[in-house]
């Protein structure tokens, strides 16, 4: 077997939302205020290979959504020295609107799905709109499409892509939910996505809204806190506190990206 390698890893910020905690906390008291929403898509590279993790959304998804769009997540790859045409890996956590879009950015890449969340993306509970409404149907077909042209890995719970980089099903937001354990210079770290939007979900166990499987999402935290080599290195999929707690990726990349292989800041 291969050496485990040691990744860089980044998040780079694409888009912002403001909002109310009832939004993002079941049960959360109606009138709590200032509870915002980043959105970012993620880097991983070794020397030897790069991993795109999502895709993000575009501007026009961004407008009719009501997303204030940052940059384009190609521009923000750009910045870091990866050329979204040349990509050939990319992960998929879920297939929601905002993991999702933009994929003519990516020509060359195979695209790293659970098998779950294809079924429920295009199966019986998104003739409900509790379910639907954050997937993006033409998003959904675009991804079945690349199922036809060979361009769809798909993964049957954990799955090991590389040395140093594995797939692991976490479920409860989608029936295919998956997180990225990833190896690095302070050990395994675990971009989340979705299995935890916010610090506090996890931490408070106070589950986010849009889910599928409220047991499974809580069961979910622990698994999170289990895969990574110490609960602070458990990244959320849209915190603000991403980019207070990591060091910008370089100069001028202040407010655009971070990296994820070091210390956060507590």
């Known amino acids: 077997m291969d050496a485990i390698e040691n990744y860089e890893v980044y998040a780079i910020r ?3 939302l403001a909002r ?20 970012f898509v993620w880097l991983a590279r070794s020397p030897a290979r790069s991993f795109v993790i999502d895709t993000g959304f575009d501007a026009r998804v961004a407008e009719r959504r009501g997303r204030k769009m940052l940059l384009a997540p190609d521009i923000g790859l750009k910045r870091l020295g990866v050329d979204a045409a040349e990509v050939s890996d990319v ?13 003519a950015l990516f020509p060359k890449a195979t695209f790293h799905l659970q098998d779950k969340e294809m079924q429920y993306a295009t199966g019986r509970h998104m003739a409900q709109s509790v379910f639907a409404h954050a997937y993006e149907v033409d998003e959904v077909v675009a991804m079945v499409r ?3 042209e060979g361009r769809v890995r798909f993964h049957d719970g954990d799955a090991l892509l590389a040395p140093g980089l ?10 295919g939910m998956q997180s ?25 166990v106070r589950p986010f809204p849009i889910v599928h499987d409220v047991g ?17 290195y458990v990244v959320p999929g849209h915190d603000p506190l991403v980019m207070q707690r990591y060091p910008a990726a370089g100069p001028g990349l ?13």
Request: glycine share 8%.
């Open 14 to 16: 694409y888009a912002t």
């Open 20 to 39: 109310k905690a009832a939004d993002n906390f079941i049960g959360a008291d109606p009138h709590e205020e200032g509870s915002p929403l980043d959105y």
């Open 91 to 103: 992960i998929i956590t879920h297939l929601h609107y905002d993991h999702v879009g933009n994929f």
């Open 146 to 148: 690349r199922v036809y």
């Open 166 to 175: 594995s797939l692991h099903r976490i479920g409860g937001h989608t029936m």
């Open 180 to 204: 990225v354990r990833v190896h690095t210079r302070i050990g395994w770290i675990v971009l989340a996505s979705d299995a935890t939007h916010l610090y506090a979900n996890m931490q408070q």
């Open 216 to 232: 499974a999402m809580v069961e979910g935290y622990r698994r999170l806190r289990e895969l990574a080599d110490d609960p602070r």
């Open 254 to 266: 202040e407010g655009v990206a971070v990296r994820l292989d070091a210390e956060p800041r507590t």
